[in-house]
């Protein structure tokens, strides 16, 4: 008896035990060349997904700009015209000159205004056209080969310089004396360092400097050579942009990057 219940214990308890050898049998983790390349796609996904709520955001951020943009063109050009109007009246002795010189203030401050929203909606654009670029930037190396004979064809959007040396926005002062000395004239700066525009899309550009320079036009050329004497990183964009935006512009620096998710 005492063997046949032992057999019994056995018959049942073996293939139990044996189940659980099979569920515990260890779990290979997967390649790690496999798992870095899944890592580097999020990574890429993530960084389209946020260039995509960038461009959005900044279309609908420079879409109201344009509308407050009309509401401050009308508001100096009435300011303009009270201005015209009261410098005949004070002229026929009807007002004080206190009340055209209240009036000269008001068109100033309404001309600053727009003047000031113009330069926002530019540095929109650029933005924006940096972003769609980023696409075709993502995809070139980080060195590029230059070619002596055609370091700047004509067939491509935007032009990257990787750099050499250092790069800080203290060294601006030595480009617009190129400039200055070649062209006889300030360095066209259309964005230096942090703006409010770039605050307002979250947008990293500290250490950056944009020049309204198309690459193409002889200016522009120019700069494109010195900062590669000099080993300075730069980003050349050829306007307009997959028809979305027509922000061309010398980027001078290391390619810039969000700081948030919007």
Same mark, same amino acid.
């Given at each position: ?14 293939? /139990? ?16 060349? +496999? ?8 990574? %890429?996904?993530?960084?389209? +997904? ?41 002229? #026929?002795?009807?007002? @004080? ?11 100033? #401050?309404?001309? &600053? ?16 056209? #940096? @972003? ?10 980080? #060195?590029? &080969? /230059?070619?002596? /004979?055609? $370091? ?10 990787? =750099?050499? &040396? ?5 060294? %601006?002062?030595?480009?617009?004396? /190129?400039? *200055? ?6 360095? $066209? ?12 899309? =979250?947008?990293?550009? *500290? ?12 200016? =522009? ?6 900062? *590669? ?15 979305? @935006?027509?922000? %061309? ?5 290391? $390619?810039?990057? *969000?700081?948030?998710?919007?």
């Amino acid at each position: 008896m005492k063997v046949a219940a032992l057999i019994i214990v056995l018959l049942v308890v073996a293939p /139990f035990a044996a189940a659980q050898r099979v569920r515990r049998k260890p779990v290979i983790p997967p390649p790690q060349d +496999q798992t870095a390349k899944e890592k580097q796609k999020e990574i %890429a996904e993530a960084a389209s +997904q946020s260039r995509t709520k960038l461009i959005e955001a900044t279309k609908e951020y420079q879409s109201s700009l344009e509308k407050l943009l009309a509401l401050l063109t009308d508001q100096e050009k009435r300011a303009a015209e009270l201005v015209e109007t009261q410098r005949t009246l004070l002229e #026929e002795g009807v007002i @004080a000159k206190s009340d055209l010189e209240k009036s000269e203030r008001a068109l100033s #401050e309404a001309r &600053s205004k727009a003047e000031g929203t113009r330069k926002s909606i530019g540095e929109a654009e650029q933005l924006m056209t #940096e @972003a769609i670029a980023a696409e075709q930037l993502a995809k070139l190396p980080v #060195e590029e &080969s /230059f070619d002596s /004979f055609n $370091p700047y064809p004509s067939n491509v959007i935007l032009i990257r310089y990787a =750099g050499t &040396s250092h790069w800080a926005l203290t060294d %601006a002062a030595k480009v617009d004396a /190129f400039f *200055r000395l070649t062209f006889g004239r300030p360095l $066209p700066v259309s964005a230096f360092g942090q703006t409010a525009t770039h605050n307002q899309l =979250g947008f990293d550009h *500290r250490a950056a400097l944009d020049v309204a320079l198309h690459p193409d036009s002889p200016e =522009g050329r120019a700069v494109m050579d010195y900062l *590669r004497a000099q080993g300075i990183p730069f980003i050349a964009f050829r306007g307009p942009v997959a028809g979305s @935006a027509t922000g %061309a512009h010398i980027h001078i620096g290391q $390619p810039s990057h *969000r700081t948030s998710l919007m």
